[in-house]
């Protein structure tokens, strides 16, 4: 009613054993679910309570979404394995799973990529379900909400641009490539954070290796991250660039990042040596509580840092940036707070190739 699509109104008719329960939390229910679909417009719908995933296309050519709000329980938009999308001027609150969600899985039983997508003028976040639609916004333990490319990402990601976009309560911008794809062109520019538990920006790779009879090693390069705020990150570490020991992630630039961190971090934590993802699910709380408190980055080739500025609300006593495992590691113009006694960045021996310019807490 009143134009809202309610995911439950009338569900029982399609599930007759269940009569006075709401589906089960894993039922991969949807409000809207296309596949194989070419030229699709999805504009200025509402959606509460939209399921599993309240839109789900795959394999779909030559897509826009405009104009959606929706105040959901799980996945808000999922684009798996779609070329030509556009996603834009979007309202997603998904307070307990991800908010715009690019995935490459292998659901149509080949290797397809999701690539040349566009997502412009959204905005994501992770307040209690139902609090965006009724414009009071309540906190909500589930913080997810995110933009988040992957898990499921046999066929890679190109060509791919995430602009003009806000994050509220919510986890921050997850690019995550690891069941053997290749994540390439990836731009990302002009977004605001308030409030991200966990991270700002999370880039990984990764050998959970989903696809069946895998070969390759997931890859990701090509990837330029610019005129990002960060406020209220959380403790774990504001941004996170990690590949595999075999394969670094490669060709990565970040500029023109102000980041603010709760901060609370200690001694012993800035000592600490983070574990592999190995084959695990890429999630950054697998990994726990990182040794630099801005910037953590291990196993890249060609990390590029321009016009960063990284602080702290609380004492934090680690550095502001840790990096191991680099192979050409460009930094121009970095601003740390750190805490007395504290170095602003530490650099494992195996990291080489080292400039650094404008960056006098680096120069001491």
Same mark, same amino acid.
């Given at each position: 009613?009143?134009?809202?699509?309610?995911?439950?109104?009338?569900?029982?008719?399609?599930?007759?054993?269940?009569?006075?329960?709401?589906?089960?939390?894993?039922?991969?229910?949807?409000?809207?679910?296309?596949?194989?679909?070419?030229?699709?417009?999805?504009?200025?719908?509402?959606?509460?309570?939209?399921?599993?995933?309240?839109?789900?296309?795959?394999?779909?050519?030559?897509?826009?979404?405009?104009?959606?709000?929706?105040?959901?329980?799980?996945?808000?938009?999922?684009?798996?394995?779609? +070329? *030509?999308?556009? %996603?834009? =001027? $979007?309202?997603?609150? @998904?307070?307990?799973?991800?908010? /715009?969600?690019?995935?490459?899985?292998?659901?149509?039983?080949?290797?397809?990529?999701?690539?040349?997508?566009?997502?412009?003028?959204?905005?994501?976040?992770?307040?209690?379900?139902?609090?965006?639609?009724?414009?009071?916004?309540?906190?909500?333990?589930?913080?997810?909400?995110?933009?988040?490319?992957?898990?499921?990402?046999?066929?890679?990601? +190109? *060509?791919?641009? %995430?602009? =003009? $976009?806000?994050?509220? @309560?919510?986890?921050?911008?997850? /690019?995550?490539?690891?069941?053997?794809?290749?994540?390439?062109?990836?731009?990302?520019?002009?977004?605001?954070?308030?409030?991200?538990?966990?991270?700002?920006?999370?880039?990984?790779?990764?050998?959970?290796?989903?696809?069946?009879?895998?070969?390759?090693?997931?890859?990701?390069?090509?990837?330029?991250?610019?005129?990002?705020?960060?406020?209220?990150?959380?403790?774990?570490?504001?941004?996170?660039?990690?590949?595999?020991?075999?394969?670094?992630?490669?060709?990565?630039?970040?500029?023109?990042?102000?980041?603010?961190?709760?901060?609370?971090?200690?001694?012993?934590?800035?000592?600490?040596?983070?574990?592999?993802?190995?084959?695990?699910?890429?999630?950054?709380?697998?990994?726990?509580?990182?040794?630099?408190?801005?910037?953590?980055?291990?196993?890249?080739?060609?990390?590029?840092?321009?016009?960063?500025t990284v602080n702290f609300a609380t004492n934090d006593f680690r550095p502001a940036a840790a990096f191991a495992d680099i192979d050409g590691l460009e930094i121009d113009n970095f601003k740390p707070q750190v805490a007395a006694g504290v170095k602003a960045a530490v650099f494992a021996d195996n990291v080489g190739g080292i400039t650094i310019r404008n960056s006098p807490a680096l120069q001491k």
């Amino acid at each position: 009613s009143d134009g809202i699509l309610d995911r439950m109104v009338g569900f029982n008719k399609f599930d007759p054993p269940v009569t006075n329960a709401a589906p089960p939390v894993r039922l991969g229910n949807k409000a809207i679910a296309l596949k194989l679909c070419r030229n699709v417009l999805i504009r200025d719908v509402t959606i509460f309570h939209g399921g599993h995933f309240a839109i789900l296309v795959t394999g779909c050519d030559n897509l826009t979404v405009d104009n959606v709000m929706m105040d959901t329980d799980r996945d808000g938009i999922d684009i798996d394995c779609c +070329r *030509n999308t556009m %996603v834009s =001027n $979007c309202r997603i609150n @998904s307070p307990n799973d991800d908010g /715009l969600c690019p995935k490459s899985t292998y659901a149509l039983g080949e290797i397809r990529p999701t690539e040349n997508l566009t997502i412009v003028n959204c905005q994501v976040s992770g307040f209690e379900e139902g609090t965006l639609l009724d414009g009071t916004m309540k906190p909500s333990k589930g913080h997810n909400g995110r933009i988040k490319f992957g898990t499921e990402s046999s066929g890679g990601f +190109r *060509n791919c641009t %995430v602009a =003009n $976009c806000t994050f509220r @309560s919510c986890r921050g911008l997850a /690019l995550e490539e690891v069941d053997g794809g290749i994540m390439d062109n990836i731009t990302i520019n002009n977004i605001t954070m308030m409030d991200v538990p966990d991270y700002a920006i999370y880039i990984t790779t990764g050998k959970r290796n989903r696809t069946p009879h895998l070969t390759t090693t997931s890859r990701g390069r090509n990837i330029l991250i610019s005129n990002v705020i960060a406020d209220g990150v959380g403790k774990m570490s504001g941004i996170q660039i990690m590949g595999l020991p075999e394969q670094p992630v490669e060709g990565v630039r970040l500029e023109n990042i102000r980041l603010t961190s709760n901060g609370g971090g200690t001694a012993e934590e800035a000592a600490a040596t983070p574990k592999e993802l190995g084959n695990g699910y890429p999630e950054p709380r697998r990994l726990g509580t990182l040794p630099g408190y801005g910037i953590f980055a291990r196993h890249v080739k060609g990390l590029e840092l321009a016009n960063i500025t990284v602080n702290f609300a609380t004492n934090d006593f680690r550095p502001a940036a840790a990096f191991a495992d680099i192979d050409g590691l460009e930094i121009d113009n970095f601003k740390p707070q750190v805490a007395a006694g504290v170095k602003a960045a530490v650099f494992a021996d195996n990291v080489g190739g080292i400039t650094i310019r404008n960056s006098p807490a680096l120069q001491k």
